[in-house]
């Protein structure tokens, strides 16, 4: 049996409410919020942290042998951003991770790869939507990452076994974006509503098809695409086969294009029941279908966080000119300070222990941690007697911080902190995912893989930072957080 063995999402913590873009703009925008990536996030950080967590919960020892990376909004072209998810993750040089981009189907592809492949697959969806200011791609849309860990034919336990799916394909313009556009263009709503129709139906006929299944045998059914309103010309189609459509996630977090498919299965899983049969059906350049049935795994599995307790632990206060500003609509004035000086290749490919694996090295002789890592013991003098650490999962505390008011950062102010580590090791980093007003002394931290900054010469410098573990509902004054 082959199928899901890990899963994880992500969901970032900032959300847009959407009145405040009908407040600013005078348009209506819709009710809810959207989720919406920090000024430090990009898809490839999205993807690490989703990653994390399906490795987290996944069976003890699972390591991937392939490594696929789907997203529409790829921080690099001309290099392999699965390449940084693979060093995040710390997975060994025998993985092989690659990029399958450049469309939302894309993520479609990413799970069909790993499914079909004869070794744990690791698939990584992510995703960063927006468009014009005021247009219903910038208030429909949302960002959100998801990674599933496919296996099971060595004996491990398998979550969900994917028991049927089909595609249709065809040639047709619905969406699409050149390359340096920052948002996507649509054809008349009509044109793709006749285009998708046949396509949801044929795939969805073969599916069940292939699972030996009914319409009425589906439980849950997964239905998400590119286009609204084809989207809910299919519901229409489907809803007379089957009236099990789950939450697709549109108040709370928005359509997040690639990853939105994964991100509904994931909560899906969340919620399931053993033996429960999900459809998860996209529409994007054609018609995708796939066919699940969970299984008895399921009962004693946990994704820490669920989709539901990211969704509720949100910021909701993001105020719409910060959110212009993070997504390069609305320049403003930086501090008067030098910009931050540019990564160098040879010595991040040097540090990468450190600067992607996080890895902090400890004493043998006297059990201290240092970070970054060291030869020397600074405590007791020993030299190479120093054993590696991954310090990514351990807990941390604030010891000290400020906020700086002059530093380089897109949201300031900048809040510094010196950060101890449960079990040893002192950190000198930033905190982000905070309102600095709410940070004291002996907050509680968790480590997140951040993009700290992007040189003139388009390098995107990648680092570890800490952000508080979030508990419940929380709200910032809407200001330049």
Same mark, same amino acid.
């Given at each position: 049996?082959?199928?899901?063995?890990?899963?994880?999402?992500?969901?970032?913590?900032?959300?847009?409410?959407?009145? *405040?873009?009908?407040?600013? +703009?005078?348009?209506?925008?819709?009710?809810?919020?959207?989720?919406?990536?920090?000024?430090?996030?990009?898809?490839?950080?999205?993807?690490?942290?989703?990653?994390?967590?399906?490795?987290?919960?996944?069976?003890?020892?699972?390591?991937?042998?392939?490594?696929?990376?789907?997203?529409?909004?790829p921080?690099?072209?001309?290099?392999?951003?699965?390449?940084?998810?693979?060093?995040?993750?710390?997975?060994?040089?025998?993985?092989?991770?690659?990029?399958?981009?450049?469309?939302?189907r894309?993520?479609?592809?990413?799970?069909r790869?790993?499914?079909?492949?004869?070794?744990?697959a690791?698939?990584?969806?992510?995703?960063?939507?927006?468009?014009?200011?005021?247009?219903?791609?910038?208030?429909?849309?949302?960002?959100?990452?998801?990674?599933?860990?496919?296996?099971?034919?060595?004996?491990?336990?398998?979550?969900?076994?994917?028991?049927?799916?089909?595609?249709?394909?065809?040639?047709?313009?619905?969406?699409?974006?050149?390359?340096?556009?920052?948002?996507?263009? +649509?054809?008349?709503?009509?044109?793709?509503?006749?285009?998708?129709? @046949?396509?949801?139906?044929a795939?969805?006929?073969?599916?069940?098809?292939?699972?030996?299944?009914?319409?009425?045998?589906?439980?849950?059914?997964?239905?998400?695409?590119?286009? @609204?309103?084809?989207?809910?010309?299919?519901?229409?189609t489907?809803?007379?086969?089957t009236?099990?459509?789950?939450?697709?996630?549109?108040?709370?977090?928005?359509?997040?294009?690639?990853?939105?498919?994964?991100?509904?299965?994931?909560?899906?899983?969340?919620?399931?029941?053993?033996?429960?049969?999900i459809?998860?059906?996209? +529409?994007?350049?054609?018609?995708?279908?796939?066919?699940?049935?969970?299984?008895?795994?399921?009962?004693?599995?946990?994704?820490?966080?669920?989709?539901?307790?990211?969704?509720?632990?949100g910021?909701?206060?993001?105020?719409?000119?910060?959110?212009?500003?993070?997504?390069?609509?609305?320049?403003?004035?930086?501090?008067?300070?030098?910009?931050?000086?540019?990564?160098?290749?040879?010595?991040?490919?040097?540090h990468?222990?450190?600067?992607?694996?996080?890895? *902090?090295?400890?004493?043998?002789?006297?059990?201290?941690?240092?970070?970054? @890592?060291?030869?020397?013991? +600074?405590?007791?003098? *020993?030299?190479?007697?120093?054993?590696?650490?991954?310090?990514?999962?351990?807990?941390?505390?604030?010891?000290?911080?400020?906020?700086?008011?002059?530093?380089?950062?897109?949201?300031?102010?900048?809040?510094?902190?010196?950060?101890?580590?449960?079990?040893?090791?002192?950190?000198?980093?930033?905190?982000?995912?905070?309102?600095?007003?709410?940070?004291?002394?002996?907050?509680?931290?968790?480590?997140?893989?951040?993009?700290?900054?992007?040189?003139?010469?388009?390098v995107?410098?990648?680092?570890?930072?800490?952000?508080?573990?979030?508990?419940?509902?929380?709200?910032?004054?809407?200001?330049?957080?």
């Open positions: 049996m082959r199928g899901i063995v890990g899963y994880g999402a992500y969901v970032p913590y900032f959300r847009l409410e959407r009145a *405040a873009i009908t407040s600013a +703009l005078g348009t209506p925008a819709g009710k809810g919020a959207r989720a919406v990536a920090s000024y430090d996030e990009d898809t490839t950080t999205m993807g690490v942290e989703a990653a994390r967590r399906a490795l987290s919960g996944a069976p003890a020892g699972s390591v991937p042998d392939l490594l696929y990376f789907a997203t529409a909004d921080a690099y072209l001309d290099k392999t951003n699965a390449c940084a998810i693979h060093a995040a993750l710390d997975l060994p040089g025998s993985t092989l991770a690659v990029d399958v981009g450049g469309a939302v894309s993520g479609i592809g990413a799970l790869a790993a499914l079909d492949a004869s070794v744990p690791l698939a990584v969806l992510s995703d960063i939507r927006t468009g014009l200011p005021g247009s219903s791609d910038e208030s429909n849309g949302g960002d959100a990452a998801a990674a599933f860990l496919f296996g099971g034919e060595d004996g491990q336990p398998v979550l969900a076994e994917v028991i049927g799916h089909a595609s249709s394909t065809d040639e047709f313009l619905d969406r699409w974006r050149t390359p340096g556009d920052p948002y996507s263009k +649509l054809w008349e709503e009509r044109f793709g509503e006749h285009a998708y129709a @046949p396509q949801v139906a795939a969805w006929a073969d599916a069940l098809k292939a699972a030996g299944l009914t319409a009425g045998q589906v439980d849950v059914t997964i239905l998400t695409g590119v286009h @609204p309103r084809s989207v809910r010309a299919a519901a229409r489907l809803g007379a086969a009236e099990s459509f789950a939450d697709d996630l549109s108040a709370t977090v928005g359509t997040s294009g690639t990853a939105h498919a994964g991100l509904m299965l994931a909560d899906a899983l969340d919620r399931c029941e053993p033996d429960t049969v459809a998860v059906v996209v +529409l994007a350049d054609g018609a995708s279908v796939f066919l699940l049935r969970t299984t008895s795994a399921l009962a004693g599995h946990t994704s820490t966080p669920t989709v539901g307790e990211q969704i509720a632990s910021n909701t206060g993001l105020s719409y000119e910060t959110f212009l500003t993070w997504r390069g609509f609305l320049r403003r004035e930086p501090p008067r300070r030098p910009d931050p000086d540019p990564p160098a290749a040879p010595p991040s490919m040097r990468e222990a450190w600067k992607f694996g996080f890895r *902090a090295s400890r004493c043998e002789e006297c059990g201290t941690r240092h970070l970054p @890592p060291g030869r020397v013991c +600074l405590k007791c003098g *020993a030299v190479d007697h120093m054993q590696d650490e991954r310090l990514v999962d351990v807990p941390a505390t604030v010891a000290t911080f400020t906020l700086d008011r002059l530093a380089f950062t897109l949201s300031p102010p900048l809040v510094g902190a010196v950060i101890d580590f449960d079990g040893g090791g002192r950190f000198r980093g930033e905190i982000t995912d905070c309102d600095p007003a709410t940070i004291r002394i002996g907050t509680r931290l968790t480590m997140t893989f951040r993009r700290v900054s992007t040189g003139l010469n388009g995107h410098n990648y680092f570890w930072k800490a952000r508080p573990v979030h508990e419940g509902v929380t709200k910032s004054d809407g200001g330049m957080i």
